[in-house]
């Protein structure tokens, strides 16, 4: 089973505020979730790991500095980078997630 790999930026104060934790929804959904809390620690785990499909910015209410943007394309042109303040996941997104990838696996085997 091929496994959708993100990394998940998302500071200390913003992680604080929400009641569930975002990578909890993404793991529940089916992607496998690198977390980091500081630029240096993304730079790191998307260095090392060469399976990050995205990079999904978590701010809640803050602001991101510029700089992240440009240190985490430079590393990996063409990465998409995901802005959001909230992931919300319903049981049906969920499922659906599912469904597609057990498709995509039957069309790989």
């Known amino acids: 089973m091929s496994v959708h790999v993100v990394l998940l930026f998302e500071p200390e104060d913003a992680s604080k505020q929400q009641d569930r934790s975002i990578a909890c929804d993404l793991e529940r959904a089916g992607y496998e979730v690198l977390e980091a809390h500081d630029l240096n620690t993304a730079a790191a785990l998307l260095y090392v790991s060469?399976?990050?499909?995205?990079?999904?910015?978590?701010?809640?209410?803050?602001?991101?500095?510029?700089?992240?943007?440009?240190?985490?394309?430079?590393?990996?042109?063409?990465?998409?980078?995901?802005?959001?303040?909230?992931?919300?996941?319903?049981?049906?997104?969920?499922?659906?997630?599912?469904?597609?990838?057990?498709?995509?696996?039957?069309?790989?085997?």
């Open 50 to 109: 060469n399976r990050v499909e995205a990079v999904i910015i978590h701010a809640a209410n803050e602001k991101i500095d510029p700089e992240f943007a440009r240190c985490m394309t430079s590393m990996r042109p063409g990465l998409p980078l995901l802005l959001s303040n909230q992931i919300l996941i319903s049981k049906r997104q969920v499922r659906a997630v599912e469904v597609s990838n057990e498709a995509l696996e039957a069309t790989t085997h």
